[in-house]
């Protein structure tokens, strides 16, 4: 009985050790060993589409009253977030700038925050509404020069994307993209950007 006895103490002594060990290696997050989380785009899809379709305010609807109004047109983006460290960290706000080619048109961002294990990759999905409108706006303030540049206009432009983009037939770019990262009290903004297709 007493080697039984014995036997137990010596196996409970190392499944002991061997915990705190796995706590220490566990780690706490420090400025010095946390590790910045990777952020890729894995998929962007045309959640929905419309068609192409523009009603200006002269335009007298059947219901409601008239507005400037234009095709909408939603992407979704999914992401993975890879966790490098050996302790999970919180994912608390993702943002970026959507550009259809080299246009940009529309910033976006998710506050939908989850915690990401040791080790481990997440995925967040985030949602990007755009319309006609909208982004005819967007082209006439901040496009106009390229616009010249490649030789077209506005609507020309607006038609080629919305009719394109649910065929996956124009590139759509993620840039100035930042998503804040929190472990233990230490904030990291980590930056990505990326490329579809």
Known sequence: M??????????????????LTGCAAFGKPSESNL?????????????HSFGYWYFSSKVKPTKG??????????LAFTFNIQNPNSYPILLEDIKFTVAFEEFDLNSVSSTAT?????????????HAHF???QSLLSLLVTGGFKLKEKGTNAWEQLEAWWTRIPNYEIPINVKDGAAI????????????????P
């Open 2 to 19: 007493q080697k039984k006895s014995t036997a137990f103490t010596v196996l409970c002594f190392f499944v002991i050790i061997a915990f």
């Open 35 to 47: 590790k910045d989380p990777v952020i890729s785009l894995d998929s962007m899809e045309v959640a």
């Open 65 to 74: 009253k008239p507005d400037n109004v234009g095709a909408p047109l939603d």
């Open 114 to 126: 989850q915690w990401i294990p040791a080790g481990k990759t997440n995925q967040v999905r985030v």
């Open 131 to 133: 319309d006609v409108r």
């Open 181 to 196: 990262f929190k472990a233990d009290g230490i904030v990291r903004v980590v930056p990505f950007s990326a490329t579809f």
